[in-house]
């Protein structure tokens, strides 16, 4: 990153211009000319000349996501690393901490809203199916400095029979690409917002064209039914316990049903544990179709795992959707488990948690630690569309340590070269994964304890990942007069 510094006397402090090179290679996804015009936007542009302008402040917070295990000077001195020495400031701990305070959240809150949104295209590999773009939602936590200010707004996460979390959390739920794990949308709040709530403040990122898979936790009547009123298609997994009535049996051995309200579901159980002979009550209900099937997992030691799984759908016609491509493409919802890997294990650091004490600084850290995920997808969807190869085939971890070394090199992309050297090591043949990714399973532990006995664990390693083959079996569906089956 290069910094343009005029000299000024020593009670001015400094004026300073950054030049292209502020976020090495990914400055070309979040230009200068972007920043200003966050900044203007939210009136943060500061009011006299300042060792630290505002400009300078919001690469600094984007930056100390990409060095999360460095102090603010560690930040700075990477930051400033490609700068002759004698042009470079030296602000202190105590100078870049009051910098943040001035920048607030506001700024990296429009950034984020900025470059967020789909970025594949329909020539880019796993993004459409059937012409509908496939993305997922699910919710997780980020944890965050134990400070009394976190605590007190976003508080811990605790069980009845366990002592709370050491750290307080974040709970964060995003709409994600399935084809190339970019956010479309996220929203973040105490632990004591819960995920289907937060999942409605995404509702304005779908639209028609869009086919949503979301797992049983969703599984509301209330929530399908305003997540389907946006236009976009949904395929959802759905608790074993919930009442869908068979319809109407279809050839791909799928049928039609309805999804109905909790009183409406409440008044049809017990019309059906009567027998009355009369016509059912009338009820509160959305059309569906569900797919049923069999999961089985066989590792290679021989080892077999057997679930059943249903899906309910809003694409009625088994014609144009079969029930066998639906189940499949049900399990690219694992995408934004991948994802939320990236953020939070790659990108920020296994076992670390966010630096800030303050709300406004966690809040602040958090679009910063989102908005540079973004850019590093948007580099990588660019870097695998010109070289005519799938997204899935670079690695997200090559790419993030491949952004810290052009920061520290104040190395950037000419505006006309399509592939910089910096991206083209993305390409490099030892660096690409294989063209279809084995299938493994992983146990469903717990890794990370609220107390200081383990417990959940397998046997042998925790969380050891076996290759496995997954096979998926259509099952019959119930006899049509059963309306309680399963």
């Known amino acids: 990153?290069?910094?343009?510094?005029?000299?000024?006397?020593?009670?001015?402090?400094?004026?300073?211009?950054?030049?292209?090179?502020?976020?090495?290679?990914?400055?070309?996804?979040?230009?200068?000319?972007?920043?200003?015009?966050?900044?203007?936007?939210?009136?943060?542009?500061?009011?006299?000349?300042?060792?630290?302008?505002a400009r300078v402040v919001v690469y600094f917070v984007l930056a100390m996501t990409l060095f999360g295990d460095c102090g603010y000077r560690g930040v700075w001195a990477a930051l400033t690393a490609g700068m002759p020495g004698h042009l470079a400031p030296d602000p202190s701990a105590a100078a870049l901490r009051q910098a943040r305070r001035r920048l607030g959240t506001a700024p990296l809150a429009l950034l984020f809203n900025r470059v967020c949104g789909p970025v594949g295209t329909k020539e880019t590999p796993g993004v459409f199916w059937h012409g509908l773009r496939v993305v997922a939602w699910d919710g997780t936590s980020v944890e965050v400095a134990d400070s009394s200010a976190n605590v007190a707004h976003y508080g811990r996460h605790a069980k009845?029979?366990?002592?709370?979390?050491?750290?307080?959390?974040?709970?964060?739920?995003?709409?994600?690409?399935?084809?190339?794990?970019?956010?479309?949308?996220?929203?973040?709040g105490p632990m004591h917002d819960k995920e289907v709530p937060q999942a409605r403040r995404l509702l304005p990122a779908l639209r028609p064209g869009i086919l949503l898979l979301a797992d049983r936790g969703y599984d509301g009547y209330q929530a399908i039914r305003d997540a389907a009123s946006t236009g976009a298609d949904l395929l959802w997994r759905v608790q074993s316990g919930r009442l869908l009535p068979v319809i109407q049996p279809l050839s791909d051995g799928s049928h039609l049903s309805q999804i109905l309200d909790r009183?409406?579901?409440?008044?049809?159980?017990?019309?059906?544990?009567?027998?009355?002979?009369?016509?059912?009550?009338?009820?509160?209900?959305?059309?569906?179709?569900?797919?049923?099937?069999?999961?089985?997992v066989t590792t290679a030691d021989g080892?077999?795992?057997?679930?059943?799984?249903?899906?309910?759908?809003?694409?009625?016609?088994?014609?144009?959707?079969?029930?066998?491509?639906?189940?499949?493409?049900?399990?690219?919802?694992?995408?934004?488990?991948?994802?939320?890997?990236?953020?939070?294990?790659t990108l920020r650091g296994p076992d670390r948690v966010l630096r800030s004490h303050t709300v406004q600084g966690v809040e602040q850290e958090i679009y910063a630690l989102l908005t540079v995920f973004q850019l590093t997808r948007t580099a990588i969807h660019d870097t695998a569309h010109i070289a005519g190869l799938d997204p899935d085939r670079l690695s997200f971890a090559i790419a993030?340590?491949?952004?810290?070394?052009?920061?520290?090199?104040?190395?950037?992309?000419?505006?006309?070269?399509?592939?910089?050297?910096?991206?083209?090591?993305?390409?490099?043949?030892?660096?690409?994964?294989?063209?279809?990714?084995?299938?493994r399973v992983s146990p469903r532990c717990v890794k990370r304890t609220l107390s200081p006995y383990a417990y959940n664990k397998t046997a042998g390693s925790v969380g050891r990942k076996a290759p496995a083959t997954t096979t998926i079996t259509l099952t019959p569906q119930p006899d049509p007069t059963d309306m309680a089956s399963p």
């Open 160 to 188: 009845a029979t366990s002592h709370p979390a050491g750290y307080p959390q974040v709970r964060l739920t995003a709409l994600v690409e399935c084809g190339t794990r970019a956010l479309i949308g996220a929203v973040f």
């Open 303 to 345: 080892r077999q795992h057997t679930s059943t799984v249903r899906l309910i759908t809003t694409l009625l016609d088994p014609g144009r959707h079969p029930a066998a491509e639906l189940a499949e493409l049900y399990h690219q919802r694992w995408e934004i488990e991948t994802a939320y890997y990236g953020l939070k294990v």
């Open 263 to 296: 009183r409406s579901g409440d008044r049809l159980a017990a019309w059906q544990r009567r027998k009355r002979p009369t016509p059912p009550p009338e009820l509160t209900a959305m059309a569906v179709r569900v797919i049923r099937y069999q999961v089985t």
């Open 1 to 53: 990153m290069s910094v343009q510094c005029a000299t000024a006397p020593r009670s001015r402090g400094w004026s300073g211009v950054w030049k292209p090179g502020q976020l090495g290679v990914l400055t070309r996804w979040v230009p200068p000319a972007l920043v200003d015009e966050v900044l203007a936007a939210t009136g943060r542009f500061e009011k006299r000349v300042r060792m630290l302008p």
């Open 400 to 439: 993030v340590r491949t952004a810290r070394h052009t920061v520290i090199t104040a190395a950037v992309p000419a505006p006309t070269t399509s592939v910089t050297t910096a991206l083209a090591i993305l390409l490099h043949p030892r660096n690409l994964t294989d063209r279809r990714r084995r299938s």
